[in-house]
């Protein structure tokens, strides 16, 4: 009996997660048309407001991607066997949402068909032309381990008939059997593609970091401790992500898969604290003197119009729940994921608190009054159109995780593992 009551319960959240990713992809795809048939119109940004939503999206999905890896690096580098289970799915995680950060950066060039200029005519001196070729790199670097850390999986899965084995034999380009030395090289080189792709997840998000740190007319970005928080804010969401997939989709509830939750949300507890250390850090050396261009704006981001973005979503539903949760629930598996899905979701804030401002102030002042028009606006909220181009990257990235859990061997037993 609680047995056909658990059933009915997994099956009705089911038909609820279904029915958002539909209105999501319902949204996403009215995005994605009004995206590629009227440009950039529809948007909210202009002349002076130039980055928006998009690129905090970006930053954002880049975050969990990195923070994601280096998760999984804890396994493979420095062979932590608690986590081992979780090894592909957090590699599987990582290169989904570096999917959908590429697509929304894309989505805000204002020529999208011109994206392979920066690698036929790239500037070196620009940080941004590293951080492009540092991507291509990580994300040969992370299919490459993907493939490795599924191979065995695959070959198991080879032997089945119907579509799952179809698709198993494609990937493993028509073999059926791995030799045990072949398996012993492809952990070798997990090991070695891990260590490599330390220092560079490191490098091209710390880069990013970079990017707005480098940009000295901004006085809210050029900050030496933006690499240092790009860095701790992916580990921190993108370990809360991971939390929760393993808490909701794991298919065994078992003992393994409370001690892999609980343990991921007690190393995302320990880098959330130390990220709002960073935080408390720039907020308040910046604001001491309460003068200068960085203290205007950061009253505007704390105390201005767009107040409950840092207060609610950040503070509140972002870093004080998820830690209450992660101290005072850290047993139990379920209030991790929550926390984790709150921290990762919301961390969403973070990054529009960090595009938007720098670009909502003024270079000279009386500027804003000296030319009016709709794109000339020291404005900036993000439309309709550019949230619903966001959906469609969210709708895509659930339906690509949703198949390769479905048909790929994603998560695995404990015999497997």
Known sequence: MATMTTDKRKSG?????AFVWVVLAVLGIQGLLGRLLQGHHLANYGSYVTWGLWVAAYIYFIGLSAGAFLLSSLIYVAGMKRFEK????????????LVMALLSIWFDLGHMGRFYYIYIRPNFGSMMAWM???????F?????????ALRPGLVRQAGEEGFKGKLARLLLFGKTSVTEQQLAAGKRWLKILGGIGVPLAISFHGGVGALFATVVARPYWHTPLYPILFLTGALASGGALLAAVVAFLWPKKDEEWASIVTGIGRIVLGILLFDLLLE???????MWYSVGPEYELMMRVLFGEYWYVFWVFHILLGSLIPIYLFVRKGNNPIAVGVGGLLAAVTFMAVRLNIVVPALVEPQLRGLEWSYRDDRLLFEYLPSWFEWQVVFFVVALGIAIFYVGYRWLPIVRTSEEA
Not at 140 to 148: M, S
Not at 280 to 286: K, L, P, V
């Open 13 to 17: 959240w089911a038909g609820v997660a």
């Open 86 to 97: 979780i090894g592909v799915l957090a590699l599987f995680v990582s290169a989904i949402t």
């Open 132 to 138: 492009v070729w540092l991507y291509t790199a990580y």
């Open 140 to 148: 040969l670097l992370v299919l490459t381990e993907l493939w490795l």
């Open 280 to 286: 408390w850090a720039e907020f308040s050396i910046a």
